[in-house]
């Protein structure tokens, strides 16, 4: 079998069902080969939106998202979604073509070292030098990317070993089973626990990747323990539950921080460190930690875990729970649960939490206020439909605000944070889910980053939503800049005609011009089948620097008035 074809067969056997993608001279061979396979190749308008389509795929299916480049350029501009993907631990395979093999010791048209590129921004990164061993890399690729923590993988074919013969067959998708929790330290946890005055549930990325939300939301449920959760975890605990204090992750201009500040054991649940740093909340190193996760803690000044248990999260759940319920029965003196002593100060943060989030539920101001358009937004689509913020202020507005219910229905990149995440992602996302109303919430500068990804959606009939905040300005930098030097500069810009931009790729454009028309254009939009839909909506960010010096009360006493 020519090389080109085993590698498809085995990306077959492993249950691929898209590659998104730039065909080019070097992979000439594995896409006509792809021609004659059931996996549909995406063609996407740059290889960027390839890999955040991938990276998005990956996130909502649990399975690998697999994009595709030639050499090069080609590999070059895989990269920023890739490292997204890596960093967000979403399972993504980067496939890249390459110039012969007996041409990569020596200077040739647009040779570069591809997999030494790579190897920062993934998992695994390896050059196919033999046809005979495609299955074992291709199943290894799979595997790695797959394994926790997630992430994404690299295969390199060159062109000259694409059209060699291979009789070895493909291996194919093998389950991962994980260990059991070692019962010593479930002991350990649910005594603690037990002890603990003030415990709080911090909950992490991990749990939203692995839906392990039933068991999470059954230990709440059950001990009334408060929880908070970081912006990649999202919905595990729903927004409306009445012990969650919602998202936390915007380093010290959280108020949701003074409760965790408060708790005396911290029950960190797949809490990834790259999300939110412990140094916020455990610079004294006073606070005991019970580390539950698919792996062992991170080394760490500021994490320290007096009890840590890798093994499926929601085996580890459960099993608390149940030691918890065992150990109540042989002592009765122990803490009761469900605990009926609220402590005072979550209950407060609750409150205070709820009250931001309705504060201008009836302000028609325009242009419209952040909480305004995101309870807008939640107004006008269901509880399982899905949400997708870019990177910019609109995404700490969206962490605060935007009520979530289900996990995976708010995505928000927040490890490598990319700009131009959302455009492509929702279009990912919509062939995944087509019944569902798709949304896609980015400034204006990271909409134009990748706004080429409107002629994807158009040629695909794929009917998502691009909601654009528009300020003509890169805000989230702007304010860092004044918060830091009482100045902002080279952060302005001017936009194009939104309405024109998303004609000329064939989409429906709007730019309201009223609070009260955002919300009927969003129905309206709903309604509009197999095109694209941009929204574009001009902010009012006048008060931005709450986002980053959260002194709450005050704040909310300064808008009593305003209402």
């Not at 792809?34 to 190749?41: D, Y």
């Not at 500040?261 to 006073?286: C, F, H, Q, R």
């Not at 608390?320 to 100060?345: G, M, T, Y």
């Not at 289900?406 to 455009?423: H, K, W």
Request: hydrophobic letters at 40%.
């Amino acid at each position: 079998m020519k090389a080109s074809d085993l590698l498809v067969e085995c990306l077959e056997s492993e249950g691929v069902e898209y590659i998104f993608g730039i065909p080019g001279e070097e992979n000439a061979d594995l896409m006509i080969s792809l021609s004659k396979s059931k996996i549909k190749f995406i063609l996407t308008r740059h290889e960027q939106g390839a890999a955040f389509m991938a990276d998005v795929y990956g996130r909502l299916t649990g399975k690998v998202g697999v994009c595709l480049a030639t050499l090069g350029p080609g590999a070059t501009n895989l990269v920023t979604g890739v490292a997204n993907a890596n960093m967000d631990r979403s399972r993504l395979l980067a496939i890249t073509g390459q110039t012969d093999s007996h041409l990569l010791h020596k200077e040739s048209h647009q040779n570069l070292n591809v997999v030494k590129m790579f190897e920062p921004m993934t998992k695994w990164s390896w050059s196919i030098r033999n046809a005979k061993n495609i299955p074992e890399i291709v199943r290894r690729a799979f595997k790695i990317a797959l394994t926790e923590k997630p992430g994404a993988t690299h295969i390199e074919l060159p062109q000259d070993i694409a059209k060699q013969e291979s009789d070895i067959p493909p291996i194919g998708f093998q389950e991962i089973y994980r260990p059991e929790a070692n019962k010593e330290q479930i002991r350990k946890a649910a005594k603690m626990i037990l002890e603990a005055k003030k415990p709080l549930l911090f909950v992490g990325n991990g749990c939203a990747r692995e839906h392990e939300s039933p068991q999470l939301r059954k230990f709440v449920e059950k001990t009334k323990i408060f929880s908070i959760n970081t912006f990649m975890g999202k919905g595990v605990i729903p927004d409306d539950c009445e012990t969650h204090l919602q998202t936390i992750g915007i380093k010290d201009a959280d108020h949701a921080l003074q409760a965790v500040l408060d708790a005396d054991v911290v029950i960190s649940v797949g809490y990834d460190l790259v999300e939110y740093t412990p140094k916020m909340w455990n610079s004294d190193l006073n606070k005991k930690i019970i580390h539950v996760d698919f792996t062992p803690s991170e080394v760490y000044t500021f994490y320290r875990p007096d009890v840590e248990i890798s093994s499926d999260i929601g085996d580890a759940m459960d099993a608390i729970l149940s030691e918890i319920e065992q150990l109540q029965s042989e002592d009765p003196s122990l803490n009761s649960f469900p605990r009926k002593d609220v402590p005072e100060k979550f209950q407060k943060v609750r409150s205070e939490v709820i009250e931001r989030i309705n504060i201008f539920k009836d302000d028609d101001s325009y242009p419209i206020k952040p909480e305004k358009l995101i309870l807008s937004v939640r107004d006008k689509i269901n509880h399982d439909d899905i949400v997708i913020s870019d990177v910019g202020t609109h995404k700490l507005w969206i962490s605060k605000i935007y009520q979530t219910f289900e996990p995976n229905t708010c995505i928000i990149p927040n490890g490598f944070a990319s700009m131009g995440f959302s455009l492509p992602g929702v279009l990912a996302a919509k062939m995944v889910y087509p019944e569902k109303t798709i949304v896609a919430m980015t400034g204006d500068g990271g909409f134009l980053m990748n706004v080429q990804e409107l002629e994807t959606a158009v040629r695909l009939k794929l009917s998502v939503i691009i909601v654009v905040w528009v300020d003509n300005d890169l805000n989230l930098i702007s304010i860092k800049q004044k918060h830091e030097f009482g100045t902002s500069v080279f952060t302005e810009f001017s936009n194009p005609n939104f309405i024109e931009i998303a004609e000329s790729f064939g989409a429906v454009g709007f730019h309201v011009k009223s609070t009260e028309e955002f919300a009927q254009t969003l129905e309206k939009a709903k309604s509009i089948l197999e095109k694209p839909v941009v929204i574009a909506v001009d902010v009012d960010y006048s008060r931005n620097e709450v986002l980053l010096d959260d002194s709450f009360p005050p704040y909310v006493e300064s808008l009593n008035g305003k209402k």
